[in-house]
């Protein structure tokens, strides 16, 4: 125990003694959270808009008010002529435009049925899905208002029909910051883990420390345990800053126990910080540890079901996501927050990282060698 | 009385390369043994074989009265070690240096604070205590690592050239810490470049490509090789077809 106390306290001393580090373990997570929070938002706003009105019509006129009274979209030209409407998405001014024909409100009275047409530059796939999807969607209500009215005036009766509604348990905004912030916040802690720890005894290697450790009688637990300790610290006062931050600056609901996700974090950062270490030790220069740290987080990362979900994904590769720990974290850190789950809601979880740490760690001192 | 340090045709490859091939002697309790060898010539391997930090191919060895191939952590217990690569922590103070090193060998904290008062005392780096390493001249560094690796009263010492890039009165400083710790009844096992140094061993072998050419008393060397210093008696046996003149 003493002896890991002495390298836990040299640790820290050097840790603190770099001006450089400090700043760049506690300071950089906290702006990249606050900047990647409004940035990893995929709610398609500000969707510029030009709109051809041929027709000049009450009904007309109705449906560009529904376009207006949109967040989503921005109308940034009225024109007459769907040539100047193509100039503009050509030019990038508008990614897209909606065309009402002549005789739209006509048509719509006496045939019971009027076609628009919407044009849209799918060039970004996403966003032109989406932004189709949201004009899909204005016109409907615009549909089932202009039947209705039609109905009212007509026969008096109204028209027979189902309106869905929905209701979105446990982020009722449908606000995506509540949804990432607790994920990116799992990437932050990842990061800074990862890499702190993977450069940490290849760095002693690189200066030649390492041979004076190894020819002292330090147990290989001891070193390996001293040089997590600190790192553990760090990654968990992270954590707590990161939460405060999520908190304070994006009101992220805090519905299930603190405790839990300190709990699983603590357990999860060991399996990090293994991994770090374990990367470490088969390793002989910074470079190389850096190299495959990225490579494995780069996976971790994108597999994480942060930016995708995991459901979405092909068979194999959900597979492959069974061995991903940030994908465990995220899951328990929106289990938890947002859903208010329980100990026994994320039992599987603990179970997995629990055997994950035990596995890593046990690894990563039988791979140090202090007698090559 | 067993000796320190035992080695029978002790040796290392790496591929098809030897390192070191078949050395054998013997190293007496408090003994200072001067170990030379031009660059390559295996010296720091053969070290690294009897410190457990690199493991035999063939041969046997013991240090301490402990065997090198299943025991290399009870000899870690029995030695001290300072490596021709600067071994201190740069970015820690003298002070921090010290503390860990005690704390990693086990010392009980008095003993830790009694150490840094006595060694910094006796190194007379009172104004460094508190300075980093890595601001501190070389000859103070050398100085200091070698306090560092006797500081836990280890019975072998093994030093990998302590003295390379350090001025003639550092040098003369530093032999006179080894001669103090050799009285104290504690091996020396150094390795050198400097011959006027070897002259200061007890006994010196000679390495020349992973073999031990000659092993013994500086005088019997010079004797046996008809030369009239240690450095002629290293040229004749690294270079012998130059020699005649």
Known sequence: MRTIFFIVRKEFLQIFRHKVMLPLIFLMPIIQLVILAHAADFEVK???LHIVDQDKSQASQQLISKFQASRN????????????AFDEVQSGDADLFLEIPPHFYRDLIRNNKASLQLSVNAINGVQAGLANAYANAIIQDFNGEIRTELANTSA?????????????????????????????????????????SGMNIVKEKEIGTIEQIN???????????????????????????????GWLVFDIPFVGSLWLIYGFAAVYLLVVLG???????????????????????????????????IESMPEWAQAITRFNPVAYFVEVMRMVLLKGSGLMDIRQHCIVMLTAALAVNVLAVLNYRKTN | MVPAITADKLTKKFGDFTAVNQITFEVQKGEIFGFLGANGAGKTTAMRMLNGLSRPTSGQASVA????????????????????????????????????????????GREIRHQIKELIGGLGMQEYANTLVKAIPLGWKQKLSFSIAIMHRPEIVFLDEPTGGVDPITRRQFWEMIYKAASEGMTIFVTTHYMDESEYCGRVSIMVDGRIAALDTPRALKEQFGASSMNDVFLQLTRPNQHGS
């Open chain 1, 156 to 196: 008096g009766t109204a028209p027979g029909g189902l309106s869905i509604t929905y209701s979105n348990w446990f982020n009722p905004e449908m606000n995506y910051k509540t949804f990432m912030v607790p994920g990116i916040l799992v990437l932050l802690v990842t990061l800074i883990g990862m890499f702190l």
């Open chain 2, 65 to 108: 009265g402990f065997d090198v191939y299943r025991e290399t952590e009870k000899i870690k217990k029995h030695i001290g070690y300072m490596s021709q690569k600067f071994s201190l922590y740069e970015d820690l103070t003298v002070r921090e240096n010290i503390q860990f090193y005690g704390g990693i060998y086990g010392l009980p």
């Open chain 1, 73 to 84: 979209f921005n109308i940034i030209g009225y024109s007459f002529s769907s040539r100047l």
């Open chain 1, 215 to 245: 020819v002292t009688p330090i147990r290989k637990h001891q070193f390996i345990i001293g040089k997590l300790l600190p790192f553990w610290i760090i990654a968990l006062v992270e954590l707590s800053i990161g939460l405060a931050v």
């Open chain 1, 275 to 309: 991994l770090g270490l374990l990367v470490s030790t088969f390793t002989e220069t910074q470079q190389q540890a850096m190299f495959i740290s990225w490579f494995l987080l780069i996976i971790f990362i994108l597999m994480s079901g942060l930016f995708t979900p």
């Open chain 1, 46 to 48: 500000n969707i510029n």
